[in-house]
């Protein structure tokens, strides 16, 4: 008896799980999510306010949304996104099929284009990434891994 009960349990528990999974919105941590929520604004004139953020996400694919949690940083007035396994990614290759992407900062959601920088010289962007991540600035670019994708973000023009 107590065996059927259990059984059930973990049966609405599976429903339950199922269901959040597919009508999910945002991101959480390492799990993707699909069309981020929140206050939709204009692309802003300066990113800087990104910096009091550890993380950001951002979502590919519009007509079917894909959405992750990550780092950013900006460098001389642009938004960064860098791709530890940037081969190995989703959405890095969905960015490169379709550069459309939106950037949730907070609560706020803002409409842009990715694109991948290459080729890439990290040390180019160290200081700028030290200023909010001291303990990545710290390692030098013989010490990252190899596969580093990064991703400058430009508004969008019609």
Same mark, same amino acid.
């Given at each position: 008896?107590?065996?059927?009960? =259990?059984?059930? !349990?973990?049966?609405? *528990? !599976?429903?339950? +799980?199922?269901?959040?999974?597919? #009508?999910?919105?945002?991101?959480? #941590?390492?799990?993707?999510?699909?069309?981020?929520?929140?206050? #939709?604004?204009?692309?802003?004139?300066?990113?800087?306010? &990104?910096? %009091?953020?550890?993380?950001?996400?951002?979502? &590919?694919?519009?007509?079917?949304?894909?959405?992750?949690? &990550?780092?950013? #940083?900006?460098?001389?007035?642009? +938004?960064?996104?860098?791709?530890?396994?940037? $081969?190995?990614?989703?959405?890095?290759?969905?960015? *490169?099929?379709? $550069? $459309?992407?939106? =950037?949730?900062?907070?609560?706020?959601?803002?409409? !842009?284009?990715?694109?991948?920088?290459?080729? +890439?010289?990290?040390?180019?962007?160290?200081?700028?990434? !030290?200023?909010?991540?001291? %303990?990545?600035?710290?390692?030098?670019?013989?010490?990252?891994?190899?596969? @580093?994708?990064?991703?400058? =973000?430009?508004?969008? @023009?019609?």
């Amino acid at each position: 008896m107590n065996l059927k009960k =259990i059984g059930m !349990a973990l049966g609405v *528990l !599976a429903l339950i +799980l199922v269901g959040v999974w597919l #009508f999910r919105g945002d991101p959480i #941590f390492m799990i993707s999510g699909k069309e981020l929520q929140g206050d #939709f604004s204009p692309y802003p004139k300066d990113w800087k306010f &990104t910096d %009091e953020y550890s993380t950001i996400a951002i979502e &590919t694919r519009p007509l079917d949304p894909h959405s992750v949690t &990550t780092l950013c #940083f900006v460098h001389e007035g642009d +938004l960064y996104i860098p791709a530890q396994n940037g $081969s190995g990614k989703d959405w890095t290759q969905y960015v *490169l099929e379709e $550069s $459309s992407v939106r =950037i949730k900062v907070g609560n706020k959601v803002y409409p !842009a284009k990715a694109e991948r920088v290459w080729p +890439l010289d990290l040390a180019e962007y160290q200081e700028s990434i !030290a200023a909010k991540y001291p %303990e990545l600035g710290e390692r030098s670019p013989e010490d990252l891994p190899e596969d @580093i994708w990064l991703f400058r =973000i430009r508004p969008v @023009i019609d």
